[in-house]
């Protein structure tokens, strides 16, 4: 019997892009198995006129209100609205900021958006993300090197998006597909500087989403190998052997989120510039 889901709205309200309170949101909700949040994002309130639309879709749909605002006279409209209405509204940053605050014992800056200027980390992202599309599915020159990540796995193991979200961290991340007899082209042997990573799944995993691919493809699946669970089966084996024979750490990423998969990868970049040497599977 399925259970009772409850459903609530929220509403984030923020004067830059929104993702951190999308982020804390979705990660307060995450820990209700049966609760089920409807977002209500406003980013970019910076004027009355805005927060005129956002005070309305609030009274419309009463719930829990979340905000990151510098504008005092915005955030107290919002905050008159919410007391009026009965309605919790939270400023998410708000303890955080003040342990830095009484720790530091200097004032906070009151810039909007101040976490998205154009900085140098901004620019290595973007470099970063250049770099990925480059070198995606097997696009490896000799500039090998140039990478902070190698990720090596058979096809349907998420290797472009996880290459893509590491980027997005600042990780300079290219991808090389495993097929049957494949063999490491002599640069990844000669790297010194690229960390080389496997990743796997269970064969159900990858025949199901292979399944699905060759539907969204309308192509024939009756005599495929790419779906067969033997040949999928033997194609896993061979890429585990490879990374076990090679010293790279491999992670099964059959359950993992791409988040999970790229944070475990940076946790490996940590141990490695730490020198620990880690190379277990995850």
Same mark, same amino acid.
């Given at each position: 019997?399925?259970?009772?889901?409850?459903?609530?709205?929220?509403?984030?309200?923020?004067?830059?892009?929104?993702?951190?309170?999308?982020?804390?949101?979705?990660?307060?909700?995450?820990?209700?198995?049966?609760?089920?949040?409807?977002?209500?994002?406003?980013?970019?309130?910076?004027?009355?006129?805005?927060?005129?639309?956002?005070?309305?879709?609030?009274?419309?749909?009463?719930?829990?209100?979340?905000?990151?605002?510098?504008?005092?006279?915005?955030?107290?409209?919002?905050?008159?609205?919410?007391?009026?209405?009965?309605?919790?509204?939270?400023?998410?940053?708000?303890?955080?900021?003040?342990?830095?605050?009484?720790?530091?014992?200097?004032?906070?800056?009151?810039?909007?958006?101040?976490?998205?200027?154009?900085?140098?980390?901004?620019?290595?992202?973007?470099?970063?993300?250049?770099?990925?599309?480059?070198?995606?599915?097997?696009?490896?020159?000799?500039?090998?090197? +140039?990478?902070?990540?190698? *990720? &090596?796995? /058979?096809? $349907?193991? =998420?290797?472009?998006? %996880?290459?893509?979200?590491?980027?997005?961290?600042?990780?300079?991340?290219?991808?090389?597909?495993?097929?049957?007899?494949?063999?490491?082209?002599?640069?990844?042997?000669?790297?010194?500087?690229?960390?080389?990573?496997?990743?796997?799944?269970?064969?159900?995993?990858?025949?199901?989403?292979?399944?699905?691919?060759?539907?969204?493809?309308?192509?024939?699946?009756?005599?495929?190998?790419?779906?067969?669970?033997?040949?999928?089966?033997?194609?896993?084996?061979?890429?585990?052997?490879?990374?076990? +024979?090679?010293?790279?750490? *491999? &992670?099964? /990423?059959? $359950?993992? =989120?791409?988040?999970? %998969?790229?944070?475990?990868?940076?946790?490996?970049?940590?141990?490695?510039?730490?020198?620990?040497?880690?190379?277990?599977?995850?």
């Amino acid at each position: 019997m399925s259970r009772k889901r409850t459903f609530v709205h929220v509403h984030l309200v923020s004067d830059s892009t929104g993702e951190t309170l999308m982020t804390a949101s979705r990660a307060a909700v995450a820990r209700y198995d049966e609760v089920e949040a409807i977002e209500h994002v406003y980013p970019l309130v910076r004027s009355d006129r805005q927060l005129d639309r956002v005070l309305a879709e609030i009274e419309d749909a009463p719930g829990i209100v979340m905000f990151t605002l510098v504008d005092g006279e915005i955030l107290a409209r919002l905050q008159s609205t919410c007391g009026r209405l009965g309605l919790p509204c939270i400023d998410v940053l708000d303890p955080l900021v003040a342990v830095f605050q009484s720790y530091l014992n200097v004032q906070k800056a009151s810039r909007v958006g101040a976490q998205h200027e154009l900085d140098a980390g901004y620019f290595r992202r973007i470099a970063a993300l250049d770099f990925a599309m480059r070198h995606d599915d097997g696009a490896l020159p000799d500039d090998i090197d +140039e990478a902070d990540v190698v *990720l &090596i796995g /058979v096809s $349907r193991t =998420s290797k472009t998006p %996880t290459s893509i979200y590491l980027a997005n961290r600042g990780v300079r991340a290219t991808n090389l597909p495993i097929v049957p007899g494949f063999s490491p082209p002599p640069s990844m042997f000669q790297a010194k500087r690229a960390l080389i990573v496997g990743l796997t799944a269970s064969p159900e995993r990858i025949v199901a989403l292979r399944e699905n691919r060759l539907i969204a493809m309308n192509a024939d699946r009756r005599a495929s190998s790419y779906v067969n669970r033997q040949e999928v089966a033997k194609e896993v084996t061979f890429a585990r052997k490879l990374c076990a +024979e090679n010293g790279w750490p *491999l &992670i099964d /990423v059959t $359950r993992r =989120s791409i988040e999970e %998969t790229a944070a475990a990868i940076v946790a490996l970049l940590a141990d490695r510039r730490y020198g620990t040497g880690v190379t277990e599977a995850f």
